[in-house]
């Protein structure tokens, strides 16, 4: 790639020529030089050795390209902050040349997962949907979803959503609608399978507006995640057996759907003051500030007057994957456990009321530091080259699997800027109930010879 190239020779002759001057302007010049540096490994890498097709269904690109995505509109957040906060510095560059590297070695990871993951066995018959009885399940999911919203919403006494929530008050949701809340959070589930139908094209008029109504009934508690989730795993598989989704669109989409998510954003926490920023930034303020925590992170477990977590925060990506009863039959405390959160810990030491994320790397670093984060991003990336590997195998609308691992590798890419006990949750929300949809509505089928 002769743009590598270019940006390396470019960074070389200006550190050559200009780097004095650098030092006085830009003190920390030399570690976002090789940030960039680090970045050029990592296009070589992902054209060269993990290759071809760049389709936005391919994990492992998706996976590189969020992580440089977070990392320059990132950066563009963290400027907005100073510019609203003069006071508030960090080493914003450090955390660059940590994700890159982190990058790096995610992506070595997913080539040994590439690599040594086993070829498939090729059985006589795959599971598919059964379309009509899928439909049915449909409806009948919808009514739950709307009854679960409605009495959700009668507990809590408002809507989220128009009313917004700076402090945090949605974490408290569960516990104030019971059972309802979970009922109306399967709305996720009801835009995972309205989009499985959706790809295959066996969606009625009826199953597109029940599944918009699903991502309404899940979001209104104003979490963009139970937004994007469904979005982003029915866009995985569109492009996957339906038909490629242009640039264009994907751009088109990024420039509305970035700017909505950030106002959304700035509407819950309800801060008057990011309207002097202009509306650039106010976009740039709402967007992947997790990258501005990440760097905020950095210094304070780098610093030497804060210890490590030394793994204690581990358990809140186990526990998920059972219920409470099995837990506390073997002595487990499941909610304290998941209460005891990275973004719980994080919250506490920056003095803010709301959970603060800082993705899978920066959760890693809490916990084991520098070396056990670059271990940890080898084995992230084992995973997303496992699951690039499966679902560039899915060929058919149907097959049940498709939608599962879209839903999986949606989540997975999502962690860099999420939690990791968000992951299991999501396994736990979202993919166990279409496993249990698919003991009803699907069908072994013998694979065509």
């Known amino acids: 790639m002769p743009g590598v190239a270019g940006l390396w020779i470019g960074l070389s002759l200006i550190a050559a020529g200009w780097g004095g001057a650098l030092d006085v302007a830009w003190p920390a010049w030399s570690t976002a030089f090789w940030a960039a540096a680090v970045w050029g490994a990592n296009l070589l890498i992902l054209h060269y050795v993990v290759g071809p097709p760049f389709t936005i269904s391919r994990i492992a690109l998706l996976s590189v390209v969020f992580a440089l995505l977070m990392t320059v ?3 563009g957040s963290y400027w907005a902050t100073t510019q609203l906060f003069p006071q508030y510095r960090v080493f914003i560059e450090r955390a660059g040349l940590f994700v890159a590297l982190c990058t790096l070695c995610s992506l070595i990871g997913i ?16 599971f598919q949907w059964d379309w009509d009885r899928l439909r049915i399940l449909t409806y009948a999911l919808a009514a739950v979803c709307a009854l679960g919203t409605y009495m959700s919403l009668r507990r809590i006494g408002y809507l989220p959503i128009l009313s917004g929530d700076p402090e945090s008050l949605r974490v408290e949701f569960p516990a104030i609608a019971g059972i309802w809340f979970r009922f109306s959070v399967l709305g996720i589930v009801l835009g995972l399978i309205a989009g499985a139908q959706i790809c295959a094209r066996r969606a009625n008029g009826v199953v597109w507006l029940l599944g918009a109504f699903g991502l309404i009934g899940a979001s209104v508690y104003g979490n ?15 492009d996957q057996v339906r038909g490629r989704i242009s640039p264009r669109v994907i751009g088109l989409g990024l420039l509305i759907g970035v700017p909505v998510l950030a106002v959304l954003g700035w509407w819950r926490q309800q801060d008057a003051s990011v309207v002097l920023l202009g509306p650039i930034g106010m976009v740039l303020f709402g967007t992947l500030g997790e990258f501005r925590d990440l760097g905020w992170t950095l210094d304070y477990y780098s610093s030497g007057a804060h210890p490590l977590l030394h793994g204690t925060t581990l358990g809140g990506l186990v526990v998920p994957l059972l219920p409470s009863p099995l837990w ?16 719980a810990v994080l919250a506490q030491e920056m003095g803010q009321f709301a959970a603060q994320r800082v993705g899978i790397y920066g959760e890693l670093f809490m916990n084991f530091g520098w070396l056990g984060a670059l271990i940890g991003a080898v084995l992230y990336g084992m995973v997303v080259g496992y699951l690039d590997r499966r679902f560039v195998e899915v060929r058919e609308g149907g097959a049940v699997r498709g939608i599962l691992l879209a839903a999986v590798a949606a989540a997975v890419i999502y962690a860099q800027v999420g939690q990791w006990n968000m992951l299991t949750s999501t396994i736990t929300g979202s993919i166990y109930p279409i496993l249990l949809l698919a003991l009803v509505a699907s069908r072994r089928v013998a694979r065509a010879a």
């Open 73 to 75: 509109v990132g950066s």
């Open 111 to 126: 080539v040994a997962g590439r690599r040594l993951t086993a070829a498939p066995h090729v059985s006589d018959s795959t």
């Open 224 to 238: 963009r995640f139970f937004l994007a989730l469904p979005i982003g795993a029915t866009l995985l598989l569109w």
């Open 328 to 343: 506390s039959a073997v002595g487990v405390d499941k909610a304290a456990i998941f209460a005891h959160s990275n973004a």
